[in-house]
Each structure stands twice: as C-alpha cells, then as structure tokens.
C-alpha cells in the first residue's frame, strides 16, 4: 500500500511535468500546425538559464523560475520570427527539417558551452513531509501544485481574456479569425512564446529532482508527443490528462514491470496505437 | 547527352574512383572516403523513402544501428563469417522495417515523423539496455573486418588495409545506385513519386499507396542496414549512439544539403559533408553547431539543396541564351 502510494505520488509529479511539456506543445501545434521537435531541446535551455541564475547568480529559486519563464517566452518569440515564419506557405517538410537543424544548433549550443556533465540545483524547500507512512519531499508537493495552478491559469487565459479568445479562434479557423480583424502572426508568435515557456517552467520545475544534462529533452520531448497523438492534436484537454495518465503509467511499470524497457514499452505501445487508428485516439480521421 | 557520350563519362568516372587509393598516401584521408561512402549509402536509403515517396523517416538512423547491430552480433556471438553476416543483417533489418513500416506507414501528414520517432526511441533504448546481448551502454567491441576471400590460383584479397576496404565499400556503393536507380526508374518509382505529390489522389488513380509505401520503405530499411553492417566492421566496435536520432539527422542533413529526390544529391552531399567536418575540426562540438545553421540556411534558400542550386542556375542561363 505504501509503495503504491508512493508511486502514485511520484507518477502524479512525473504527469505534472509532462502535462506542461505536452500543453505547450499542443497549444503551438494547434495554432502553427507544425509539430514543434525543437519543444524538448528549449525544455533543456529552460533548465540551464535557471541554473545559472540560481546556482552562479545566487538568485532565489522562484526568481530563478520566473526569469526563465520570461527569457524562453522571449526565446519563442524570436524562434517563431525568425526560423519557422518563412516556411508556413511552404511544403511541411521543410519545417521539419528547420527544426532539426535548430536541436543541431542549440543542443550542440549547450554541449560546447557547459559541457555533458550533469547539474542540479537546490529545492526551495527540502522538508519532506510524512503522510499516511510514506514520505514525500516538499518539491514534489511544489511540482504538482504549481502545475496545477499554472495549467489553471492557462486555461483561464484562454477562455476568459480577449487575447485568449483571439489565440482560440485563430487554432479553429485562421481565416476565419483573419476576417475578424485578429493578427495571426502576432497571435502565432504568443502561442509559441507561451508554449516554450510552459516548457521551460516544468523543467525548472523537475530541475532539483532529476539532473540537467543537453540530452535532457530527448525522451521528454518523445513523451510529449505520445501524449498529444493519444489525446489528440491540438487538444487541451487531452494534453493534459493525457500528460497526467503516461506520467502515472510510466511510474507504475518502472516500479511494477520493468524499469529498463519502460520507454520502449511506453513509445512501442504508441506505434501500436497509431497502427489501429492513425491519426491517435482522439484525433478525426484523414 | 549522348548514349556514347554518357557511358565514357561513367567509365572515366569508375577509372578515377578505382585509380584513387593509387594516388592518396595519407591513410586518414581513405579513411574519410571509406566513411564518405557508408554515408552514401545510408543518404541514398533515406532518399529513397523521403525524397521519393515523400515520407520523412526519422528512424532511419536507429535501422542503420540494427544493421550495424545485427551484423556484428551475427559474427561475434555466432561467429558467422562476414559475408554470411552482412546479408542475414540486411535481410534482419529489412524484416523489421516491414513489421514496423506496416503500422508506422499507415499514418500520413504530421504523424508519421512523429510515429517513426518513437519507433526510433522505443528501438534505441532496446539496444541501449539489452546488456546481455548488446553489451548495453558499454558497447560492442572487437568486431573483426571481413574475411578474406580466396580466389583459386590468383591468391587472396584481405581486407585489413584501408584501400582494400575502400574498394569493398565502393562496390558496394556502386550496387546500391544500380539497385536504387532501377528501381526508381521503374513503373513504381513512378508510382512513388505519385505517392509524394498527393497520396489521396493516387489512390484515387487506383495505385496500391500503402504496398507502394511498404515495399518502398523495406528496400530502403534494408540498404541503410547494409551501410550500418559495413560500418560495424570496419570500425570494428559500435555503440548505442550508432543506432540514435542522431544518426538519421546526419543522414537528412546529407540529403536536405546534397539535394533531395535525385540520386546525385545525396552522394554529393555524403562526400561533402565528411571532407567540410575535417575543415571545420578545429571547431570542435561547434562543428555540429555550424551545421545545423547551415541545414536550417540551406532549406531556407536552396531547398533542393546543391544539386537543386545548380540547376536553377543553369536555367537561368539557358534562359538568358534564349532570348
């Protein structure tokens, strides 16, 4: 029972994550209609800029959280303007491709820079706290209940402001939002903005429970898209229960199954999936 | 051009490939020619599903690593000679490519990237931890080179020295633009070429888009297998990396850069590319730095990459003559 208990926990914090992860990355698909493989490698950028202010400026860890929200926000922005822009009219591959050369560019980025060594930074907090015979750190409370908060606002975000709205409409009908006055390219370059910080806070987030390393985003980005292609493309809702079901289902074959093939399980399962329906589980078909 | 014209061209061009190793004293500069060409052949499989049936596999790398994997093994733990090894690894790979091309390739549009990533993923990290067989994390080592073949009467090749692998290698090269051009000048290299212009539209010509995918994506997950078989030889030791993502985008980085969906591209690219990284050495892990802004420059200025550049500016020429 307490082993459940805590694999449960641990599953639920591990969901956090994704499902911020995979909310960033739905949101940008919904609106860009590219699949963003660049996500996990910004998700890694995220981590480091919150190391260096936390760990080389001595900057507490919230303000840590907050400047790396608010730098890979700017980052997004920029990506989107400079990189991807040029190729909407242009056949999908070529922003596939542009993506990968943009992981070559910024992991290789951080490679040269700080080296393949592994980093952490400390918890805010490193109480733990005894619940029902099991032990829980206060950064897994922190996790979970900051993500929560932030999925929330979110969704506020997007359903009560103008801005929102504008977002909304334009992932339904861009043309349709066109012909209602609304930018769309400004629109798209906030969603990407928003997305990538989304990111960037879930590996702050994780960054004093895991390590932080340029590889990091790899398998985080590979589970993002599991989740989105079960929960379907450009949905909000299933990004985040979904993000919150691989998180839990990963924990518990780890601790239950096997904890050397969980990934290959996990991505196996996937490629099954889309054997029986190809677009996903919630997706419409072509 | 001519037939005549055509076939003295090739046959200067075999003469000057056969005469270099005469000509190049400098070990290490084979040794970039031999890599040069496994890379040609891993270009051209990748070419073949994306710039002919216009499907962006990201896995292609990981079905080089099963190759390179499954042809190492075959010789350590069974102790099969090499030229046992490499066919039964080939024959390995393409059987996995058609059990997974079955599922992965029904998906169309975003989705089959994204699937065949996983499917990378899933495949990388059963190398990666399958100790027992693979050596894991560790890595393989110790592979042995190729046998030698004994000729009656005239003596034996060995394959210990660099040139002779880089003939080996180049024969090789040399069957997989035989088999590939063949093939895509063939009806279902028409077909193909259909497929990436709009699949629902071919179908809707009666063509068979999801045999045409499958066929097309064994073949080419067999001739990436063959390249990973022959890298695991000659290098002699391998490692899980081999079989990562990483690979496939060294490979579509050859291929976006040499020129998609023609055969010279990538072959252009793949000795490229080899001979830019030893100029830019000196930049260390800015190398691959420098190469991912040049693929992002390349598909935003040239998409058709070297290949594609030229000929557009030989157009533009022909049609300045005109007028």
Redesign the interface.
């Known amino acids: 029972m307490g082993i459940l208990l805590q694999t449960l926990i641990n599953g639920i914090m591990l969901g956090s994550v994704y499902a911020m992860v995979a909310l960033g990355l739905t949101l940008i698909?919904g609106i860009l209609?590219v699949?963003n493989?660049v996500h996990g490698t910004l998700y890694m950028i995220g981590a480091y800029i919150a190391y260096f202010a936390i760990v080389s400026f001595g900057a507490p860890y919230w303000v840590g959280l907050i400047v790396s929200l608010i730098i890979l926000f700017a980052i997004g922005i920029l990506l989107e303007r400079i990189?991807f822009r040029?190729?909407y009219d242009?056949p999908?591959?070529?922003s596939?491709?542009?993506a990968?050369?943009?992981?070559?560019?910024?992991e290789?980025?951080a490679?040269?820079l700080w080296g393949p060594e592994f980093r952490q930074f400390a918890a805010p907090s490193d109480k733990v706290i005894k619940v029902m015979g099991v032990m829980i750190t206060a950064q897994r409370i922190i996790v979970i209940v900051t993500a929560a908060v932030l999925i929330w606002l979110v969704h506020l975000f997007i359903k009560k402001t103008r801005l929102g709205s504008a977002i909304e409409a334009t992932s339904q009908n861009p043309d349709g939002a066109l012909l209602m006055g609304i930018n769309i390219s400004h629109m798209r370059g906030i969603t990407f903005g928003i997305g990538t910080a989304l990111a960037a806070v879930a590996a702050v987030l994780v960054g004093p429970i895991l390590l932080i390393y340029p590889a990091m985003g790899?398998?985080v980005i590979?589970m993002a898209?599991?989740i989105i292609?079960i929960g379907g493309?450009g949905s909000f809702i299933g990004a985040v229960l979904g993000g919150y079901i691989i998180g839990i289902l990963e924990t518990l074959v780890t601790s239950y199954i096997t904890n050397?093939?969980t990934?290959?399980i996990i991505?196996?399962l996937?490629?099954?999936l889309?054997?029986v329906r190809?677009?996903?589980l919630f997706g419409k078909p072509? | 051009m001519d037939k005549k014209r055509k076939a003295l061209c090739l046959g200067v061009l075999i003469l000057i490939i056969l005469i270099i190793p005469l000509f190049i004293k400098d070990e290490y500069y084979l040794h970039i020619l031999v890599m040069s060409g496994i890379w040609i052949i891993s270009a051209l499989s990748l070419n073949l599903i994306?710039g002919y049936a216009?499907q962006?596999n990201l896995a292609q790398g990981t079905f080089f690593g099963i190759g390179a994997y499954a042809t190492g093994l075959l010789m350590q733990k069974m102790g099969l000679s090499f030229w046992a090894a490499l066919p039964l690894g080939c024959l390995l790979t393409a059987t996995i490519g058609f059990v997974?091309g079955?599922?992965?390739l029904?998906?169309?549009?975003?989705?089959f990237?994204?699937?065949t990533?996983?499917?990378g993923?899933?495949?990388y990290?059963?190398i990666a931890?399958?100790d027992d067989v693979t050596g894991g994390a560790r890595g393989l080592f110790g592979l042995p080179r190729p046998d030698p073949i004994v000729i009656p009467f005239l003596g034996t090749i060995s394959f210990e020295s660099t040139a002779s692998c880089y003939y080996l290698v180049s024969f090789l090269v040399f069957i997989t633009i035989v088999v590939i051009h063949r093939l895509i000048t063939s009806l279902s290299g028409k077909r193909l070429i259909a497929i990436r212009g709009n699949e629902d539209l071919a179908q809707a010509l009666g063509i068979n888009t999801m045999r045409d995918k499958v066929i097309c994506f064994t073949i080419s997950t067999f001739f990436a297998g063959l390249a990973g078989g022959v890298f695991a030889s000659y290098m002699g030791s391998l490692m899980a990396e081999n079989a990562h993502f990483v690979t496939s985008?060294e490979m579509?980085l050859n291929v976006?850069i040499g020129g998609v969906g023609t055969i010279i591209g990538p072959i252009i690219g793949a000795i490229f590319l080899p001979l830019l990284s030893e100029e830019l050495h000196f930049l260390?892990?800015?190398?691959?730095?420098v190469?991912?802004?040049?693929?992002?420059l390349t598909?935003?200025f040239l998409?058709f990459g070297i290949v594609g550049g030229i000929r557009t500016a030989l157009a533009k020429r022909h049609d300045k003559r005109g007028v």
Do not use: D, Q
């Open positions: 698909y209609n699949p493989f990189v040029p190729f242009k999908l591959i070529n596939f491709i542009v990968v050369g943009l992981i070559l560019v910024l290789n980025t490679l040269s790899h398998t590979g898209f599991v292609i493309m050397f093939f990934e290959a991505f196996g996937l490629v099954l889309l054997a190809p677009t996903g072509h | 994306l216009g962006l997974t079955l599922p992965t029904r998906t169309r549009g975003h989705y990237p994204i699937a990533m996983c499917l993923i899933a495949i990290y059963v931890r399958w985008f579509l976006m260390g892990g800015w190398r691959l730095v190469y991912g802004l040049i693929l992002i598909i935003r998409p």
